[in-house]
């Protein structure tokens, strides 16, 4: 059974400060793993997607990482604002049958302050 | 383009009763997909449609559950009867069909109190 773990559960940082999220993985038998960000009361928007051949997507500030063997994946940010605080969310996903079941982390709270 | 949409926003209902959540997904999205999320714990796969087929409904906590796409458009989720723990914020997503690294485009989510 598949399980994600993210850490750290939470984060709060002064405005300019470079992140790193941590996603890990039991399974590696995975066919992509996705980064979410949910702002409060609003759906879950995606951020980058990486293959299970790729070892990184770049978008903008955000830089994500995949290392399928060792069950890692980093979400890097760089020059954090303000306006990047939100949950952020790894998504593991697998193939099952006709359907690719994705597996969720828990998240984690990043707040930026000014 | 609309993006994915979901009614209502917050139902609060008395453990017994019965309640039925709606998915809009993304005109000419063929997979839609339900989530939810019990407080404290991960985001949980429920069900998996391809229009009007389940393509997979393995994440589904018990025959309470009915979820149903008639004609491939908008789905809905019925809860019947309402148990306090089913209480939890439902995602709906949609996507394109073809391969499934076509990203999911999610709702905002209802939010499910019972009581």
């Known amino acids: ?114 | 383009e609309a993006g994915v949409t979901q009614f209502p926003s917050h139902s609060v209902i008395e453990k017994g009763q019965t309640v039925t959540l709606r998915c809009d997904p993304i005109s000419g999205h063929d997979n839609l997909y339900w989530y939810r999320r019990v407080m404290g714990k991960e985001i949980k796969f429920l069900l998996h449609f391809v229009k009007e087929s389940k393509q997979d409904e393995s994440g589904m906590p018990n025959n309470r559950f009915l979820a149903e796409r008639t004609g491939g458009t908008y789905s809905t989720l019925k809860v019947q009867p309402a148990e306090l723990e089913d209480s939890g914020v439902y995602f709906c997503a949609s996507s394109q069909s073809g391969t499934v690294s076509y990203e999911q485009y999610f709702g905002p989510g209802t939010r499910l109190t019972v009581t």
């Open chain 1, 1 to 114: 059974k598949q399980e994600v773990t993210q850490i750290p559960a939470a984060l709060s940082v002064p405005e300019g400060e470079n992140l790193v999220l941590n996603c890990s993985f039991t399974d590696s038998a995975i066919y992509n793993l996705q980064w979410f960000r949910q702002d409060p009361g609003k759906g879950l928007t995606s951020l980058l997607l990486i293959q299970s051949s790729q070892r990184e997507q770049t978008s903008g500030r955000l830089n994500a990482s995949l290392d399928k063997s060792s069950g890692r994946s980093t979400l890097y940010i760089a020059a954090s604002q303000p306006g990047d605080s939100a949950t952020y969310l790894c998504a593991v996903r697998r193939r099952a049958g006709g359907s690719y079941i994705p597996t969720f982390g828990r998240g984690t709270s990043l707040i930026v302050h000014p």
